[in-house]
């Protein structure tokens, strides 16, 4: 059995309330599920190199968006094209969570 301790969930819960905090606008609710389905996936990235599952090189931006959307995209080439209409803001926070991947890496 993995036992979870607080530390594990830190980078996510840094602090902040998450519950509902009253929105100005549609494009910023989508950034924060943006960046709530980032947490998720910066969790399970965490999981799985605690289990030794870690892939061959760091992932793109693209590639955490697209983990985290599993089976909604079949091709690549379809995923490469719903990636382009991706908003900057929103891509600015998977390209974020690339960056930590990669300095995982680095380290």
């Keep these: 059995s993995v036992v979870v301790s607080e530390n594990d969930f830190l980078d996510v819960a840094d602090g902040r309330d ?9 494009e910023e609710e989508e950034e924060d599920a943006d960046k709530v389905l980032a947490d998720r996936l910066r969790l399970t990235t965490n999981w799985n190199k605690r289990l030794g599952k870690e892939p061959k090189k760091p992932r793109t931006a693209m590639a955490l968006w697209r983990m985290a959307h599993p089976g909604e995209y079949r091709t690549q080439k379809e995923a490469a094209e719903a990636w382009k209409r991706v908003g900057s ?16 890496w680095d380290r």
């Excluded at 519950?19 to 606008?25: D, E, H, L, M």
């Excluded at 803001?89 to 995982?104: T, Y």
């Design 18 to 26: 998450c519950r509902a905090v009253p929105s100005s606008s549609m």
């Design 89 to 104: 803001k929103k891509r600015s926070v998977w390209e974020k969570l690339a960056l930590d991947d990669k300095r995982r």
